[in-house]
């Protein structure tokens, strides 16, 4: 969107006002389109990606995380931050689902790109689905990850979602926008 749009706020300042391993949170002074100054605080991070992993066989690769916010385990699918060193999304995607789960796909492809939260936070999340995973060995989990992968069926995930079993908001985005928007012949 163009700054001179009547509805962009002007930016007069901007600063880290907290940084911690994997965000921060950013104050900055504003200038509403009425001439208001106020300030907005945003949590900021890296673009991530967001991947959906099919076996040879057709099941979904899914982890099991614990989510010190929530303080229990998070069954979903494996989500990682872009590294500087990637050379692409679909680089990052590959990456992200090894170190995670232990598996490596023989593809991916983009499912689709979303802002989640995007009035409190820059997030942006790239949608991957992997095609032909099969587990490689061991995962490379980061120092603050514990993680157990799994394998479910498809319909299996969507009927824990709509147990309200799966509660990742990344992960029930991505499965639904998959089986609302995928052609589903395609992949299996």
Known sequence: MAEDDPLAWETLDSEVAYACPGFDIRHEDVRLPDGTKTDFDYLSESESVVVLPFTEGGDVVVIEEWRQAVSRVSRGLPVGGVEPED??????????????????????????????????????????????????????????????????????????????????????????????????????
């Not at 499912?111 to 999340?125: F, K």
């Not at 061991?138 to 993680?147: A, G, M, V, Y």
């Not at 992968?149 to 992960?171: H, M, N």
């Open 87 to 188: 050379e692409s999304l679909e680089a990052s995607a590959h990456r992200e689902l090894t170190e995670e789960t232990g598996y490596e796909a023989d593809r991916v492809s983009h499912l689709t790109t979303v802002e989640p939260a995007n009035g409190i936070a820059d997030s942006v999340l790239h949608y991957f689905v992997a095609r032909d995973c099969v587990p490689s060995g061991k995962q490379e989990l980061d120092h603050n990850e514990s993680i157990r992968p799994s394998t479910t069926t498809f319909d299996a995930l969507k009927e824990k979602i709509q147990s309200d079993s799966v509660y990742d908001g990344r992960t029930v985005l991505g499965i639904l926008y998959y089986e609302a928007f995928s052609d589903r012949a395609f992949s299996e």
